[in-house]
């Protein structure tokens, strides 16, 4: 079966009095075993970060603070903005995904990854990336 990105949907505890928690929780809600956590922060507005893709790394990010714009690219070609814009919205990120990023100011990305860190699972070559689309790689 084919993973497509897709919005996910947090339990959003509390009230409006009280402030609110949210869940993550390893094959309830997130679809793999959670091996990493990262989060970046201070990123200027007018820098795009991202411009890769992953070869076997899956991903669900968070904006915990601010805005943060998805422009995802797949194998087949198909092209999709994801807007986070809530602590309450997850975005799950399949492997092979090319994704372009960007930030409001002060805004915090969540990521709970499926993999340690490994450099040799990135592809930050554009042109490598659509390889993978005719299995030229
Ligand atoms: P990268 O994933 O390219 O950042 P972004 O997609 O946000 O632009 O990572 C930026 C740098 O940080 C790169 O040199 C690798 C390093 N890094 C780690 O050492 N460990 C990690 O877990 C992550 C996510 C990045």
Known sequence: ?????????????GSPNLGYISVAENHEN???????????????????????????????????SGTIIFNIEDLEGNKKEFILDSPEKGLYIPKLIWRDIKF??????????????????YIRDYATFLKHKTNEI
Not at 1 to 13: R, V
Not at 48 to 63: K, P, S
Not at 110 to 117: D, R
């Open 30 to 64: 997130i679809p793999f075993d959670i091996k990493r956590v990262y989060w970046t922060y201070y990123t200027p507005q007018d820098v795009t970060r991202g411009g890769h893709a992953h070869l076997e790394l899956e991903q669900v990010i968070v904006a915990v």
């Open 1 to 13: 079966m084919t993973k497509n990105p897709k919005f996910l949907s947090f339990n959003k505890i």
């Open 104 to 121: 409001s100011h002060s805004a915090v990305l969540l990521c709970l990854a499926s993999e340690k860190y490994m450099e040799s699972d």
